[in-house]
């Protein structure tokens, strides 16, 4: 997703880290699955970290390889899995509809405030949608 056209007229773009006015929904039916499925992605890697075995992460993670690629393995599986289970919603930084991602869908729906207007629902609490790495 990177563009996505409001009704008011604006067109909600998406092409950049820490936007405000997205966040990802994690259904709540969906939610056991996606712990369970991380879980299961982190047991191995961290059993074999705390045992020293090289060896048994090289297994879980495949080839000989050494632990930054592992690490980087990881990030991608667990991203991969962020992604499958995650909902995109959008809140329009003109007149604050929200727009909900169907699961398993591209489709979004729209709903509106009571009260019109932007209300940064989606930021985080500080405000600050400053990234820091
Ligand atoms: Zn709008």
Redesign the pocket.
Same mark, same amino acid.
Request: net charge positive; proline share 0%; aromatic share 0%.
């Given at each position: 997703m990177s563009k996505l056209g /409001?009704? /008011?007229g604006?067109v909600i773009v998406d092409q950049t880290d820490s936007l405000p006015y997205k966040a990802s929904l994690l259904r709540d039916e969906a939610e056991n699955a996606f712990w369970e499925e991380v879980h299961h992605e982190l047991k191995p890697l961290m059993e074999a970290a705390e045992s020293g075995d090289k060896a048994a992460i090289a297994d879980a993670y495949g080839e000989l390889a050494p632990w930054v690629n592992a690490t980087d393995e990881l990030e991608s599986r667990i991203s991969s899995i962020h992604a499958q289970r995650m909902s995109t919603v959008y809140e329009?930084p003109? /007149?604050g509809?929200l727009w909900v991602q169907k699961d398993g869908s591209s489709k979004f729906f729209s709903y509106v405030p009571d009260e019109g207007g932007y209300r940064a629902i989606l930021s985080v609490a500080s405000g600050d949608s400053e990234h820091f790495d």
């Open positions: /409001c009704r /008011c604006h329009c003109i /007149c509809r």
